[in-house]
């Protein structure tokens, strides 16, 4: 029985783990077939009150695929927002013209609110810091294609651990498969207190490292984010700091075999493009993988398989 | 100074005591004292053994339910309550945290929808000893107890 149906997907804690683990299996189906006429007869509103490139094309893309018609705007100034438009008044309205509503808002909590306001599911694209459970699933799905399981797998996410929203839920969402986790970053971007209060309360092992080169040798999946320059204070304090945040190609010589790179994207220096070339690199196959899990997430919810 | 000078016994009614100093105030809020009728008697700043400074109140003739009661956890969590008869306690109770609190407390993350759209507040107790720390419906922020403020 598909439990989804009608089902709005807010943060990645909505979703049991026997859920998700459903989410990824459909999706194997759908990078098998990704192309099937079962949503010609939906309407989906796609709307992007903040810009977003991947998120929207990978939701856009996986629609069209499926033959469903997409309605919407990819940014606030488009829409009755910029008059003033309150978010209740936005979703009241568009959930008449929609069977189901993908949103992404600048606003923390944005997503839940609106999901208590719709009467037609809300699937969460990024409520500001707070959550993005369509790309926690696309990185569960990436890391059990490449390491042929989610159990027992240890791993080092590396960056801005403090803002970084896919890294917390990615967190979450592991400690459901007994995960062992490494966090490397700047101390004033170091992940929050309330991710490692629920690591002690799960009994999952995890340390704090600074440099990356720590942690190479240990990891299955060595997962990269971005670090805003703005977020330091003095550009030089950066400069001092950025080798121990920058991956490149010689620093993947002591990695195990079957460890992979993934990074949400859009990149900038944190990935030196060296490391494209080496079989170590999966973070373009990963934004690949969005569409397949956001095809199975749409589909299921609307339960049209 | 003789003891009944500085606060004064009451008949009946309800004592809540062991109330941080600082607190006092905004219990008599959350429990609408200040639209309250009858005598009340509020002390802040007085000698106790166990917070070393502590406040109290008194309102004569007046019992709450545990639901009002319990709203105070959230910036007293140590508070004890008696109810009077004739002079004398008749019962003891103490304060214990609810699972949620609905619309008395405002999410201190400027970026969460609470703080933008009309609606009302709602937080999960995620623990509740040794102090209490709430997180956000909304914005799933875990807020300590120095960071709750009282709509």
Do not use: W
Request: contains cysteine.
């Amino acid at each position: 029985m598909n439990s989804l149906k009608q089902k709005s997907l807010v943060s990645i804690n909505d979703f049991t783990k026997q859920q998700q683990l459903m989410i990824l299996d459909m999706a194997q189906e759908f990078e098998k077939n990704p192309r099937r006429q079962i949503l010609s007869s939906y309407v989906i509103a796609s709307l992007f009150f903040e810009p977003s490139t991947r998120t929207r094309l990978s939701f856009e893309s996986a629609i069209s695929m499926l033959g469903g018609r997409i309605i919407g705007f990819s940014e606030a100034g488009s829409s009755s927002v910029s008059k003033g438009e309150s978010l209740r008044d936005t979703i009241k309205t568009v959930n008449n013209y929609s069977d189901l509503i993908i949103m992404r808002h600048p606003l923390d909590g944005s997503a839940r609110f609106a999901s208590e306001v719709s009467t037609v599911p809300i699937v969460n694209a990024g409520d500001g810091a707070n959550q993005h459970p369509t790309q926690t699933l696309l990185d569960m799905y990436t890391i059990r294609q490449t390491q042929g399981t989610l159990d027992n797998i240890k791993i080092g996410f590396v960056g801005d651990l403090k803002y970084g929203r896919t890294v917390h839920s990615l967190t979450m969402a592991l400690t459901n498969f007994n995960a062992e986790f490494y966090f490397v970053s700047p101390r004033f971007l170091a992940i929050p207190q309330q991710y490692k209060d629920e690591l002690d309360k799960s009994g999952l092992r995890y340390a704090e490292k600074s440099n990356i080169n720590e942690i190479v040798e240990e990891v299955d999946i060595l997962y990269m984010t971005r670090i805003q320059r703005e977020r330091f204070s003095d550009p030089a304090e950066y400069e001092k700091v950025k080798n121990s945040y920058e991956l490149q190609k010689n620093d993947l010589h002591s990695a195990k075999a079957n460890m992979k790179v993934l990074h949400p994207l859009p990149r900038v220096n944190e990935i030196n493009i060296d490391v494209d070339e080496t079989e170590k690199a999966y973070y373009f196959e990963q934004a690949l993988n969005g569409v397949y899990v956001r095809q199975a997430i749409i589909s299921m919810i609307l339960g049209v398989i | 100074m003789m003891k009944e000078l500085i606060v004064n016994a009451i008949d009946n009614g309800t004592v809540i005591d062991h109330i941080p100093s600082h607190s006092v105030i905004k219990v008599a809020r959350l429990l609408k004292l200040d639209e309250c009728d009858s005598t009340t008697i509020m002390g802040m700043n007085m000698t106790s053994g166990k917070l070393g400074s502590k406040g109290l109140i008194k309102v004569r003739d007046v019992y709450f339910m545990p639901e009002e009661i319990n709203k105070i956890s959230l910036v007293a969590p140590q508070a004890t309550l008696s109810i009077i008869e004739n002079y004398n306690v008749k019962e003891k109770r103490v304060v214990e945290a609810p699972d949620e609190i609905i619309g008395l407390v405002k999410c201190p993350n400027a970026k969460c929808i609470t703080n933008h759209e009309q609606l009302t507040t709602h937080f999960k107790v995620t623990a509740k000893n040794p102090a209490i720390k709430l997180q956000c419906r909304y914005c799933e922020k875990v807020i300590d107890q120095d960071e709750i403020k009282i709509l």
